[in-house]
């Protein structure tokens, strides 16, 4: 699954839209957002780690990552 689908997934649980989402993502960070810009950087990929923390901050999740799996390549 693509980070897309993902964060579509994550809003639908919380019943957010995308432009809810990219407001919230400008009031905490300050720095501006928008659906248009949003939908883009998941579109083709390029949302930043710090941008995905902020998201998954918002909707009330959380980012796990298993060093052991990696390193395993499973």
Same mark, same amino acid.
């Given at each position: 699954?693509?980070?897309? &689908?993902?964060?579509? =997934? ?6 957010? /839209?995308?432009? %809810?989402?990219? &407001?919230?993502?400008? %009031?905490?960070? @300050? ?18 780690? /710090? ?6 901050? =918002?909707? @009330? ?6 060093? &052991?799996? =990696?390193?395993? @390549?499973?």
């Amino acid at each position: 699954m693509n980070v897309r &689908d993902e964060v579509k =997934i994550m809003l639908g649980t919380k019943c957010m /839209t995308l432009t %809810e989402l990219a &407001d919230k993502m400008t %009031e905490i960070s @300050g720095k501006k957002y928008s659906q248009s810009l949003l939908s883009h950087k998941l579109a083709k990929e390029s949302l930043r780690y /710090t941008e995905m923390k902020l998201i998954c901050k =918002i909707l @009330g999740y959380k980012i796990y990552i298993d060093i &052991d799996k =990696i390193r395993l @390549g499973s």
